[in-house]
């Protein structure tokens, strides 16, 4: 019995169940394998990086959904998805960004269609949809905090949490409800290990002529995968990296420095609780290896442990 990579859903003999190929298009019936292995798209990868606008350190494709032909079509420009191929040196990223965006979902955190794909070695490639793109080729203004607070790709960590909150005091058309999504979004990184949300993995995205938070991208749990991570968070928090606890995350930045009143956290802290029993059985279900599993989990319940959840 097989586990749909894009759902979790158990989808018989066939690799996709019908829910995961409908979130792609209502006309695809099937998905076929990626034509490239691991190594090509790598390779790929590494020849177009010139070409495409799609930046960062983990190696990325572009990519279109050819529904008559039922397969993502590598482009180098008007891509609607983004591809991420197995890491040579940090291995299981696919899965684990797959798992963790999943978790993510389950707290109301918005993110767009995403999953896993077979590539022709029978290994994943972690596809996402880009949100900045809708209709036929029309394109959504996005700006990542680093444009917006005129940082660099090398000094995307020279900031602060604090600082956040005057970004999106200073550009968002509701900034209250901003300030309620940056805190959800703040413990849940604390509580899944995820120590690398820089200026560039946070955006700001117009629609309807309303500017917010983007959708979530680039979620994974990295304290798992650096074997020596030290730090907790990438962006200081009351001038600290590491050993948060309770009273920085919810005393401090939720109530003081978002200015949230005790009824919106005790809200945002409830739906996180309620959702755990459904976190562990989503990291049980999920395609990473036993070993990893067992460390996704056990962070997880330290974590929890640490801010009394």
């Not at 859903?9 to 298009?25: F, W």
């Not at 990325?60 to 959904?65: D, M, T, V, Y």
């Not at 397969?71 to 696919?94: A, H």
């Not at 976190?279 to 009394?308: C, D, H, Q």
Request: glycine content about 4%.
């Amino acid at each position: 019995m097989n586990i749909c990579p894009i759902t979790y859903q158990l989808c018989g003999d066939a690799k996709y169940s019908n829910k995961g190929l409908k979130l792609l298009s209502r006309n695809l019936a099937h998905l076929n394998d990626l034509s490239l292995t691991q190594e090509e798209q790598l390779r790929e990868a590494a020849v177009r990086a010139d070409k495409m606008s799609i930046q960062g350190v983990q190696p990325k494709l572009s990519a279109k959904l050819n529904v008559k032909e039922e397969i993502f079509d590598i482009v180098d420009r008007g891509g609607e998805y983004i591809l991420k191929p197995q890491n040579s040196f940090y291995p299981e990223l696919p899965e684990n960004e797959s798992l963790t965006m999943k978790l993510a979902e389950l707290i109301d955190i918005e993110v767009p269609v995403r999953g896993m794909v077979y590539s022709s070695d029978g290994k994943f490639t972690y596809f996402i949809k880009r949100f900045d793109r809708y209709g036929k080729n029309k394109k959504r203004s996005v700006e990542d905090f680093a444009q917006l607070a005129g940082k660099s790709r090398d000094t995307k960590y020279d900031y602060s949490m604090e600082k956040l909150v005057n970004i999106i005091d200073t550009f968002c058309t509701f900034p209250a409800i901003e300030k309620v999504k940056l805190f959800r979004f703040t413990v849940f990184n604390f509580l899944i290990g995820n120590e690398d949300m820089h200026l560039k993995n946070f955006s700001l995205i117009t629609r309807d002529n309303k500017v917010g938070l983007s959708p979530a991208y680039d979620l994974l749990n990295t304290t798992i995968i650096v074997s020596n991570a030290l730090e907790e968070i990438a962006l200081p928090l009351a001038g600290k990296k590491r050993n948060l606890n309770l009273k920085i995350l919810i005393d401090y930045f939720g109530k003081e420095r978002l200015n949230l009143n005790y009824k919106i956290i005790s809200q945002v802290l409830d739906k996180i609780k309620s959702a755990f029993d459904d976190w562990e059985k989503m990291i049980t279900n999920s395609f990473l290896s036993s070993p990893v599993r067992e460390k996704y989990f056990e962070l997880v319940k330290a974590r929890r442990e640490i801010i009394g959840l």
